[in-house]
């Protein structure tokens, strides 16, 4: 079983996800809060829920490694992905929450979002607007609220597991629970799966 390290679920929002006897990475000891950490806490803490993070001494950087990572299915990783929409007074960031097996398919995302003009946003561009560095962006904890766009397929497990702020730490909570920390409209914004399939190791947190 892995060890959180900081937080500790609410026992109405969060169910115990059960023995994790596969998974890959061994949590490391305890130490401080990281400020990239306590910002995620701070939002959920903000709307009334207490997360559990766990931390890694090795990256989850990817969907692939997060799910070995913490002994999940590919599907059940989060992947926050940042795209750049052109607003009325500049770009704005827009945020794709897609299950770890799909990629988005931006044709999709742009009837969904009615956004005309919409792109993936560079690293420098994730990071700017959100204040997080990729492979660790998070659901919530923005620098600038974006809009969200969940991905219905997340909606298929019990618990979903999203970074926490960092490439090396990750939370999970029941799809639900995601939707409402993060403000999320679910939509369908995935590529066929046969497209997917072959993509689906990509960093967790980039638009890819």
């Known amino acids: 079983m892995l060890r959180a390290v ?13 023995p994790r006897s596969d998974a890959r990475l061994r949590p490391v000891p305890d130490t401080p809060v990281h400020p990239s950490i306590q910002r995620v806490l701070d939002a959920a803490a903000r709307k009334g829920v207490t997360l559990e993070v766990v931390t890694f001494d090795e990256s989850t950087h990817t969907a692939v490694e997060a799910a070995a ?57 994730a990071h700017d607007m959100t204040g997080f560095a990729i492979g660790g962006i998070p659901p919530i904890g923005h620098l600038r609220p974006p809009r969200v766009i969940m991905d219905p397929d997340l909606g298929l497990y019990p618990i979903v ?48």
């Open 6 to 18: 900081t937080g500790r679920p609410a026992a109405s929002l969060v169910p115990d996800p059960g």
């Open 69 to 125: 990572a913490v002994g999940a299915e590919l599907g059940q990783i989060v992947k926050s992905l940042v795209f750049v929409v052109q607003g009325e007074t500049g770009p704005e960031p827009l945020l794709c929450l897609v299950a770890g097996h799909n990629r988005v398919d931006l044709a999709r995302l742009a009837a969904v979002t009615g956004a005309a003009d919409l792109r993936r946003a560079s690293a420098r561009e």
């Open 161 to 208: 597991w999203a970074a926490a702020g960092l490439s090396t730490a990750v939370f999970g909570v029941p799809p639900a629970t995601l939707r409402i920390l993060s403000n999320a409209t679910v939509a369908p914004i995935a590529e066929d799966r046969s497209t997917a399939d072959r993509d689906a190791d990509v960093p967790l947190a980039t638009g890819a």
